[in-house]
């Protein structure tokens, strides 16, 4: 499922994410700090941490971002 990402993160973590983003580019994936979002449904959820990461498409192009946000619970 794609959901854009003032669906999912809050303004600072997407600061954060967009201070990163070069790095994930380069090095195909970044660790990015605790923080609060919103679930697929629009409940708040905090975590301590999330990974991002690349996807390649068949060619290996970038063709997306995904995240595994870790220890999340909801608020």
Known sequence: MDIPLEKILDDSSRKVLYAEFPKIMQQGFAYLPAGICSSSMGRPIS???VVAWKV???VDSP??????FVN???V
């Open 63 to 68: 063709h997306c971002l995904a995240f595994m």
């Open 72 to 74: 999340w619970s909801f």
């Open 56 to 58: 390649l498409n068949d």
């Open 47 to 49: 975590y301590e941490q």
